[in-house]
């Protein structure tokens, strides 16, 4: 009788490192498009003509199709793998670059940048590095989340001032463009090398049942909450205040804008160090401890950098932007380590659905720190808010309980219990 069981993939000495390294890539591309959207806000205004609100609905669409999107993405990878999705994720926004390159009306920029770019930036997300871990490695989980959420901040900080530099010696076109190229680019590499660990049958569920069920069963659960409550945090005072209104604040001040988002592209490499040595600590310590951790010392911080904040760079602003950035993505690693301890295979698609409060929470303050500068003339109440916010993180962190067992709901119907070794072909990266 022939034997029926789907055939494993050839054994390849470090394959899964290759599978991260493709992984990386494709996280490193659409990491760069996030970037853009804030050089777009002047260039957009000047040359077309459109109000900066217009532009702003623009950017608000794509975050929060972005944070919509990641626990659908993850659902996708069970059904139809990681390769796949990665590879549709690179074409949605290298499609959405190009087609903005033609664009005469704002309603043009919020569909290609806001939801195409969108799409495809939320599905090569923490949830893409979150699966690509449960997948091909076990003991070195953490440090490899790191290093595929540093790819995100590489792509993110690192070609800031590449693109600032290309818009202000070329046009904004020629940044899209050249963001296009980049992500056609990368498809071939990236269809090469990202497979999933062998040949499984697609779960039963469609991909949006999944998802929303799933959901459904995280949010019986108090960790859930506890976890989607603090990195709500975590992306207000990233993404909400320090992405959207550090310029602004710091242009206040009476320092040049060129100068502030080269602060920022520093903070972007300080992450990689940072998220790195989390990755690599979550490893060895209580993730809820390092969370607790980690926010405190982002609100003391935030708290501090009003009195840092003038018109030139001087060593106390270089201090806070190295700690910043040791700090800022600190807190995914830990975070999907506490989403797999208490929801197993139902992770990547749970840690989508935090991911979703980030970005909740990032929007929710980019607004309201844009009404507090309205409202004060000053963007100090902001940096208050934001520390206060992170030190109730940091309490809410430690009252996350220690899971008993790989569990703390019973599995879908459809899903089976997973031991914590991964198949033995190939074999798990140790």
Known sequence: MKNSSPRPHPRKPGSPWIVAAGAALAIVTAGAFSTLAGLLVGPLHEDLGWSRASVGLGS???MVVYGASAPFAAALMDRFGMRRVAVGALCLVGAGAGLATTMTAPWQFVLYWGVLVGLGTGATATTFAATVTERWFV???????GLLTAASVVGQFVFLPVLSWVIDAYSWRAAATAL???AAGALPVVWAAVRDPRKEPAPREDVARRALRTLARAARTGPFWLLAGT????GASTNGVMWTHFAPAAHDHGMPVTVAASLLSLIGIFNV??????GWLTDRADPRRLLAVYYALRGLTLLALPLLLTSAVDAPLVAFTVVFGLLDVATVPPTIALCRAHYGADAPVVFGWVSAAHQVGAGAVAFAGGMARDAFGSYDPVWVGAGALCAGAALLALTVRRPRGRRVTPPAPATPRRSRALPASPPPCR
């Open 60 to 62: 608000l669409v794509n």
């Open 180 to 182: 296009a190229l980049a």
């Open 273 to 278: 160090a940072g998220t790195v040595a989390s």
């Open 231 to 234: 990195f709500a945090v975590c």
């Open 139 to 145: 003991a070195r989980r953490g440090l490899v989340t």
